[in-house]
């Protein structure tokens, strides 16, 4: 641990800007969500009644606004700081205190930078590139906000039923935006890059969806706020765990540790074998052939299938953040802007507020792509430690005790104690999906053009295809997410 | 005061209206600026603003999940076709510099859109349509999808075959492989003395290699 002290400046660092994003956020929705129209509604007017509605209507809009440009300048910071770290280096740390401004100046620098179109391209292809790659990363994670912030009031207009498909339609976009770039440049480089890029995008964009279908399929829906909500209960329950095929187990863990609270003693009533029997299918198990009295080949049977689930689901997992590696272009699959043979990529002839939007764009993209991990596969809000843990621990009389000391705050609308919980978690969870691909760019060295495309369709592909077809015999045999 | 409820009364009747003839304006010009421009990748964005239009359209119908399947597919399709036109063509040719189309071709062009025309106006005409007043389930993807693996997994299932031969065929066109010539294995791995081979050259020999 010789460098424990720069690891302690990077998770200040971390906290402090957590808090300017996540305050910034949080103002800006209380103000246009609710203090607004609370202050508006002591007009009868119909014109202060639209306004209210306006606004509250605008909030989620907002938060994402507000939230993009803030949280790229951290991101960018806590990349070059961790990247620093894992290369054994120091890391910007002369601009503000300890380097905490440092994203900030370089944003102030690139807006005043001089906007250049070259000679020869195509100027209004190359003025729409940027917006065409930026602004599906604004309206595609809309239905991720629903999600995350535990169907908030003011974020319930954003959630669809076709959530995760939306999602992934609106991150498929970009990539038009890369190849116009790419061409409209009138440089070879530029259009190399963008060739690539869409070659990339394509094969890995199979895996990548098919991995969230295989989640999908599990979950039975493609709503993402309920995934989210299927996956409460503890870390035995999120979709990456067999989303809730360890219910037999999370039960008897239950039964042999906790002191039996007032909600297990039913529970515990039951014999092993009740315990068991929650964890398979009846009708499959019948229509196989065991009916009554086969108990135990049908748990036997019941725990094969969990077993491979549980594999499968892993396996997609990893599958999920290759091909999302793989979309937003970061090393090992930056090969769109590899700096060693193309200069710059499809990005090399902007300069000024267009560059700023597509680097802008692509944290945010590295931001959302791990929002929809931690949705689909690690439980969106919900607190890794199971109910009954929790409740040993001590859980609920923390939590009566955040309430408490939030009492002013939740009578005036500021926190709302649901949204809050579930917004500290997704935080976690989303920025050490973030902290592993920053993990990722400093361990391993770039793809040839040759061996990615022979990795994307030879190795994920079929891998894929084959984990989608286990987990579609799997899911027959084992419940899941049902009555959990 | 009577303007908000005005407004209000005439958003909830017309919207629709507004928006479909704010999309129609919208795919339109594009879709000729499809056919008149002069370059062809420019062409090829602009149809993907056509598509986008047309996602729009769906939206307005209720059509959540075709409104976005066209997104996706024409989106990541779209650019394939670019990346190819790309590949087949001179980037920087016009349509200008192409030789103009013979009179003959110009009437064979013209009876195929006459005839294409006539065969979507006849099948799309609303005279034979069966209208429901039944209101749409707010989750239609659903039902879509067991409407596709029950009542139609049989045309379904068709069409991914018919697909998935059409894809074989096109690899086998691609492919089109000469028979190696007699001898040519054997010189493979020889001319390492020439100096170290450049990963691409020992790229395009591996097929060679390993068919051996």
């Known amino acids: 641990m010789r460098n424990g002290a720069e690891i302690l400046k990077l998770g200040t660092l971390t906290l402090v800007w957590w808090c300017i994003i996540f305050g910034a956020v949080w103002a800006a929705c209380y103000i246009v969500g609710i203090l607004i129209p609370m202050a508006l509604s002591s007009y009868e007017s119909d014109a202060a009644r639209m306004t209210a509605e306006t606004c509250r209507a605008l909030t989620p809009i907002l938060s994402v606004l507000v939230f993009i440009p803030i949280n790229a300048m951290f991101m960018v910071l806590f990349e070059r700081r961790g990247l620093a770290i894992f290369t054994v280096r120091l890391g910007p740390n002369r601009v503000g205190p300890d380097g905490y401004l440092q994203t900030a100046a370089d944003a102030v620098k690139l807006l005043f930078k001089e906007d250049i179109t070259p000679r020869g391209a195509d100027a209004f292809m190359f003025t729409l590139a940027p917006i065409v790659f930026f602004a599906p990363s604004i309206f595609g994670a809309m239905p991720l906000l629903a999600a995350v912030t535990n169907y908030h009031e003011l974020f319930q207009i954003v959630n669809l039923p076709t959530g995760i498909f939306f999602i992934l339609a609106a991150s498929s976009v970009p990539v038009v935006g890369i190849v116009m770039g790419g061409w409209a440049s009138n440089n070879k480089y530029s259009l190399v890059g963008g060739l690539r890029s869409a070659a990339q995008a394509i094969s890995y964009e199979i895996p990548l969806v098919l991995s969230l279908v295989t989640v999908c399929l599990m979950a039975g829906t493609l709503d993402v706020v309920q995934i989210a909500k299927q996956q409460a209960g503890g870390i035995l329950n999120w979709n990456i765990f067999g989303g809730g095929a360890l219910r037999g187990l999370d039960t008897a863990l239950a039964l042999k540790f906790s002191n039996q609270p007032p909600a297990l003693q039913e529970l515990s009533q039951k014999s092993f074998d009740q315990v068991l029997k929650s964890s398979y299918v009846e009708p499959t198990m019948q229509a196989i052939g065991l009916g009554a009295g086969q108990e135990g080949l049908a748990g036997i049977i019941a725990a094969f299938a969990v077993v491979i689930l549980i594999g499968s689901i892993l396996i997609a997992y990893g599958l999920y953040m290759t091909g999302a590696c793989a979309e937003i272009n970061r090393i090992p699959f930056d090969l769109p802007e590899a700096e060693s043979e193309l200069v710059s990529g499809y990005n090399t002839e902007y300069s000024g507020i267009k560059f700023a939007i597509f680097f802008l764009a692509e944290f945010t993209n590295l931001f959302i792509v791990a929002s929809i991990a931690a949705v689909m596969f690690l439980g969106g809000g919900d607190c890794p430690v199971p109910a009954w843990l929790g409740t040993m621990l001590g859980g609920p009389v923390i939590e009566s005790m955040i309430n408490q000391a939030l009492t002013p705050l939740i009578q005036i609308k500021l926190v709302d104690p649901p949204t809050l919980f579930a917004a500290i978690w997704v935080i976690l969870k989303v920025y050490g999906i973030v902290f592993f691909a920053v993990l990722i760019r400093g361990t391993l060295p770039r793809f040839r053009i040759d061996q990615l495309m022979d990795f994307g369709w030879k190795r994920l592909i079929p891998l894929s295809l084959i984990v989608f077809v286990l987990v579609v015999f799997a899911r027959e045999f084992v419940n899941v997410h049902v009555g959990s | ?212």
Not at chain 2, 72 to 82: H, K, N, P
Not at chain 2, 168 to 180: H, N
């Open chain 2, 1 to 212: 005061m009577d303007q908000f409820e005005m407004l209000k009364a005439w958003a909830e009747t017309n919207v629709e209206t507004t928006m479909f003839y704010i999309l129609a304006t919208l795919a339109i010009p594009l879709a000729y600026g499809v056919i008149l421009d002069k370059t062809i990748i420019r062409s090829g964005f602009i149809l993907i603003g056509v598509f986008g239009s047309i996602c729009g359209l769906f939206l307005l119908l209720q059509a959540q999940f075709l409104a976005l399947a066209q997104l996706m597919i024409y989106a990541v399709g779209i650019t394939l076709v670019i990346v190819i036109a790309l590949m087949l063509t001179n980037p920087r040719m016009e349509k200008s510099q192409l030789s103009n189309a013979t009179p003959a071709n110009q009437l064979g062009a013209f009876m195929v859109a006459v005839g294409l025309f006539m065969t979507i106006y006849l099948s799309v005409r609303p005279e034979n349509w069966t209208l429901s007043s039944e209101p749409l389930d707010v989750n239609n993807v659903e039902v879509l999808g067991r409407a596709l693996t029950t009542d139609y997994s049989l045309p379904f299932e068709f069409a991914s075959v018919l697909l998935l031969a059409a894809l074989i065929g096109s690899i086998m066109l691609a492919k089109a492989e000469k028979p190696p010539k007699p001898g040519e294995d054997d010189y493979e791995y020889s001319v390492v003395e020439d100096g170290p081979i450049s990963d691409d050259a020992r790229h395009d020999r591996e097929p060679a290699a390993s068919k051996r």
